[in-house]
């Protein structure tokens, strides 16, 4: 084993090999960069593989939970969302003119609590946000039944969950909207882009039309001949729309990660479960935990622990990266005033710690980190 100076290993790093590299050459010779038929295959596939009827490409989550939430029409009411997530999921709900309304989470999972989504409902409530922490599905039977009690859109925030599924459905097939992430560290990278899933017709053609800045044809429809119309040039712009599309050169990336990510989280669920065993017997370490009801995507591997950045900072001096996720969004300044009794992101969030997960990470290395933590003298 080599020594400790060695060794450097990071929190999250993107998986590929010559396919990427190759997908990625040829668009580039294609000479067709921007959006195209890549990025309508990507859909089509991605579609297929969480077996949702629509999908419709962008080129963020946060685009896609800005979108998503507009589609909806939120604007002036409140969305119910976690505050343990990245900011993004609530800058969505701001973009949109709207107020965003901490629920707080549940102990074993991290993920937002039904019972305090109830308890945190107004008749200005228009959606529920839920963000699947760490890609472990969130409690959407619950979730769902409240929704539809109180005549309220349910939208999935699945930047941590492609390739999830809840009670044997893929997460993407399941609520009216969810909202994918390809940002380089997610389980699905494409340097940076978005999806989001669907099955309403109505609100796909007008996702579409927003992430083009309300155009309402698409350059390569218009361009490649596809366009029946007499005049190929000629479009409308029927309201303000954004700068949100994706371009065929991320698509290809996507479609070769897509096709590879069973393999791909089968590894993560690997190395997960290396963890679990090695890491077992502390006492003073509480591993995370899968519910039988589920299938996460092992976006993250979450540990926590009392004084969790004693334990950081030894992994640092061993060449071991940890991340945390996250500091709960009230937290931050310009969140103060969306502040609300949270007792378990509270408690919770200061002993959360983030150990290295990702598909490239070695077998020695997974027990190279076990034995440094065994190391440690809590
Ligand atoms: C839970 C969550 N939501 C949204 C996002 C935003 O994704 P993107 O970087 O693709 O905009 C991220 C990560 O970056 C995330 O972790």
Redesign the pocket.
């Known amino acids: 084993m080599p020594s400790d100076t060695m060794r450097s290993i990071p929190v999250f790093r993107p998986y590929h090999d010559e396919a990427e590299i190759q997908a990625v050459a040829e668009v580039i010779r294609s000479g067709w960069w921007g959006q195209g038929p890549k990025t309508a295959e990507f859909e089509r596939r991605f579609a297929e593989f969480v077996q949702a009827p629509l999908a419709v490409a962008v080129n963020?989550?946060?685009?896609?939970?800005h979108l998503a939430l507009k589609v909806v029409g939120v604007e002036g009411g409140e969305v119910i969302s976690p505050a343990l997530?990245?900011v993004?999921?609530n800058h969505a709900i701001l973009y949109n003119n709207a107020t965003p309304v901490f629920a707080d989470i549940e102990p074993e999972t991290l993920n937002i609590d039904p019972e305090d989504i109830a308890r945190k409902m107004t008749p200005r409530t228009r959606a529920i946000l839920v963000?699947?922490?760490g890609g472990h599905p969130a409690d959407l039977d619950a979730i769902h039944a409240l929704a539809k009690a109180h005549n309220l859109t349910v939208i999935e925030?699945a930047?941590?969950a492609a390739g999830a599924s809840y009670h044997g459905k893929p997460i993407g097939s399941i609520s009216p909207l969810t909202?994918f992430?390809?940002?380089p560290?997610?389980n699905l990278a494409t340097g940076?882009?978005?999806m989001i899933t669907l099955q309403n017709e109505d609100w796909a053609a007008r996702l579409r039309r927003l992430r083009w800045v309300g155009i309402n044809k698409d350059t390569w429809v218009r361009s490649a001949g596809k366009d029946t119309s007499q005049y190929s040039w000629q479009y409308d712009v029927e309201e303000l729309g954004y700068k949100y599309h994706t371009n065929d050169i991320n698509a290809a990336i996507g479609l070769v990660q897509l096709e590879r990510l069973p393999q791909t989280n089968a590894r993560r669920r690997q190395i997960a479960a290396m963890y679990d065993e090695g890491l077992g017997d502390l006492p003073w370490l509480q591993l995370p935990v899968v519910r039988d009801d589920v299938v996460s995507a092992r976006h993250n591997y979450v540990v926590r622990l009392d004084e969790r950045e004693r334990l950081a900072a030894w992994l640092r001096d061993h060449g071991i990266a940890t991340g945390m996720?996250?500091i709960p969004n009230h937290l931050y300044t310009m969140y103060r005033r969306y502040a609300t009794p949270l007792p378990v992101t509270e408690r919770e969030w200061k002993r959360l710690l983030t150990l290295p997960l990702f598909p490239g990470l070695t077998d020695d290395e997974v027990a190279y980190i076990i034995e440094t933590i065994h190391n440690y003298h809590a």
């Open positions: 963020s989550a946060t685009a896609a939970l997530t990245f993004s999921t963000v699947h922490y925030d930047a941590h909202c992430s390809f940002h560290v997610k940076d882009g978005g996720h996250y």
